[in-house]
């Protein structure tokens, strides 16, 4: 199967939003990445789940939504309301990581756990039979257009083997600097979802932007 491409629309013009998810849609995006900033786990902040509510009449393609904020338990049901399809904690950011992941289970929605460069990959091995997505920051959460830290591929492939061995089915996506070239190391190493944001709406033809991303130019 051709990996999937999540555009980010942190690098998107958010004064016409509708027309810039139209477009990468129309340019085979397969998810819509949503980035979520709070100010206070990382530095940064932009939006929540009224924006979030305002893009699912959109489309049907799947609403995946990052979530880089503190106490996310507090707010899940928000997001599972505004129309969220995955929903995706960071393991820093959660004290009590399975209840968490749990909490998005029951509320009706697809689980998914982040971890940030720095992270060990042993931190999230115990939840892996309970996510359906296991995102890894390719650079440190919080802005985009940075540069992608290769070290992190290595965990890429650790979590990939344990997939196997294991007998799950979770995703793996890499998150942060994907452009064609990265994309080619991350799909080596295991990746089955790009999210690309800058690499996609800073350009002009997007459609072309995402086929060079899947790699299949
Ligand atoms: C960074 C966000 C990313 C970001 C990626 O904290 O989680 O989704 O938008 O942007 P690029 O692709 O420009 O690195
Ligand atoms: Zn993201």
Not at 20 to 39: P, T, W
Not at 133 to 142: A, H, S, Y
Not at 145 to 167: C, H, M, T
């Amino acid at each position: 199967m051709s990996t999937k491409i999540a555009p980010s629309i942190l690098a998107a013009n958010f004064s016409i939003l509708k027309e810039e998810i139209e477009d990468v849609l129309k340019g085979g995006a397969d998810y819509i990445h949503i980035d979520v900033m709070d100010g206070h786990f990382v530095p940064n902040i932009t939006i929540g789940p009224v924006v979030l509510s305002s893009i699912r009449p959109i489309t049907d393609k799947t609403l995946d939504v990052h979530l880089m904020i503190e106490n996310p338990d507090q707010y899940i049901q928000d997001f599972v309301d505004a129309g969220a399809d995955i929903l995706t904690v960071h393991a820093e950011a959660c004290t009590h990581l399975h209840r968490t992941i749990h909490l998005i289970k029951e509320a009706g929605i697809k689980p998914g756990v982040v971890i940030n460069p720095a992270t060990p990959v042993e931190m999230i091995k115990p939840i892996l039979k309970d996510v359906d997505l296991v995102l890894f920051m390719t650079v440190n959460p919080g802005f985009g257009g940075q540069s992608f830290i290769p070290e992190v591929l290595d965990k890429v492939k650790q979590a990939a083997k344990w997939r196997e061995e294991l007998g799950l089915s979770f995703e793996i996506e890499a998150d942060g600097g994907v452009n064609e070239e990265t994309a080619k190391q991350c799909i080596a190493a295991g990746v089955d979802v790009l999210v690309a944001g800058s690499a996609i709406f800073n350009e002009i033809d997007r459609e072309n932007a995402i086929k060079k991303i899947r790699q299949s130019n």
